[in-house]
């Protein structure tokens, strides 16, 4: 399993490539450890479900730790099954049945 590289910094020119062989981003944006400091307002979670296609998405830690610190920082989030990224709507936090990103 490859896992993609992460960085706090929003310029950073690989956030926007795509990786040819996992079809993801070569890095993804997360919030700093200062910022995740102050505490998460949503639970830790790190898999969801694509509501088209029904596949199960792991992700790493960090990733997993934005989203609990600010369920409205990423807009779009990837799906192993269809092997693209889709607005965060399009998904639930595995066994709930909340939309990831609300």
Not at 3 to 17: C, G, P, S, V
Request: glycine share 6%; net charge negative; proline share 3%.
């Amino acid at each position: 399993m490859q896992f993609m590289a992460l960085t706090t910094d929003r310029n950073d020119e690989e956030l926007h490539q795509v990786d040819s062989l996992t079809k993801q981003n070569k890095k993804y944006l997360v919030l700093s450890e200062e910022e995740l400091s102050k505490g998460f307002v949503r639970p830790v979670r790190d898999s969801y479900v694509h509501n088209k296609c029904g596949a199960l998405t792991k992700m790493g830690e960090k990733l997993a730790e934005t989203y609990a610190r600010d369920p409205k920082f990423y807009g779009a989030t990837f799906c192993i099954g269809c092997q693209s990224h889709f607005p965060v709507s399009e998904f639930k936090w595995d066994g709930t049945d909340e939309e990831v990103g609300s």
